[in-house]
């Protein structure tokens, strides 16, 4: 679903598998864009725009694939035993 939307988008010798290893290396870890691309080979102005690409398209796609609870369903009380 992503790969149309951030192929041929910024750097383009990236390919979309690691436009969004890199989103998700530097999001998931909270750490350096600088080593975000130390470790997979890019430049930090490569991280910059990728982060930002595949951010933009998967805020795009949020409304398709993203679901939440109903309101209801939300606020029943949860137990923890």
Not at 51 to 62: F, G, N, Q, T
Not at 75 to 81: M, Q, W
């Amino acid at each position: 679903m992503i790969r149309p939307k951030i192929t041929g988008v910024g750097n383009r010798k990236l390919s979309p598998a690691s436009k969004v290893m890199a989103f998700l290396c530097y999001t998931g870890q909270t750490i350096f864009m600088k080593t975000t691309g130390d470790v997979l080979g890019m430049s930090v102005s490569a991280v910059s725009k990728t982060i930002k690409d595949v951010a933009i398209a998967l805020a795009e796609l949020a409304p398709e694939v993203l679901k939440f609870p109903d309101e209801e369903v939300a606020l029943l009380p949860v137990y923890i035993a």
